[in-house]
């Protein structure tokens, strides 16, 4: 960018074009904030998936935990 601007038309320019790029950029940065949102909600849901999930495999009244269990009480 210039350190002088000569006259009032190119003043104008310049500033059009600053808050054109400026603008462009927070529509990027709200777009990735939106992105990034999704993301770690899925995330979260996974989690909270995979902690159910080996709860229900530890549990003791799991059918299958406790007939494994039994399994190999006999052996």
Same mark, same amino acid.
């Given at each position: 960018?210039?350190?002088?601007? *000569?006259?009032? +038309? +190119?003043?104008?320019? !310049? !500033?059009?074009?600053?808050? *054109?790029?400026?603008?462009?950029?927070s529509h990027q940065?709200?777009?990735?904030?939106?992105?990034?949102?999704?993301? +770690? *909600?899925? !995330?979260?849901?996974? *989690?909270?998936?995979?902690?159910?999930?080996?709860?229900?495999?530890?549990?003791?009244?799991?059918?299958?935990?406790?007939?494994?269990?039994?399994e190999a009480e006999?052996?």
């Open positions: 960018m210039e350190d002088q601007v *000569e006259n009032l +038309e +190119e003043a104008r320019k !310049i !500033i059009k074009n600053l808050r *054109e790029r400026y603008r462009s950029q940065l709200l777009a990735w904030r939106r992105r990034v949102k999704a993301q +770690e *909600e899925l !995330i979260t849901k996974t *989690e909270s998936r995979a902690s159910r999930a080996t709860e229900d495999a530890v549990s003791t009244t799991n059918p299958l935990r406790v007939s494994f269990v039994q006999r052996h």
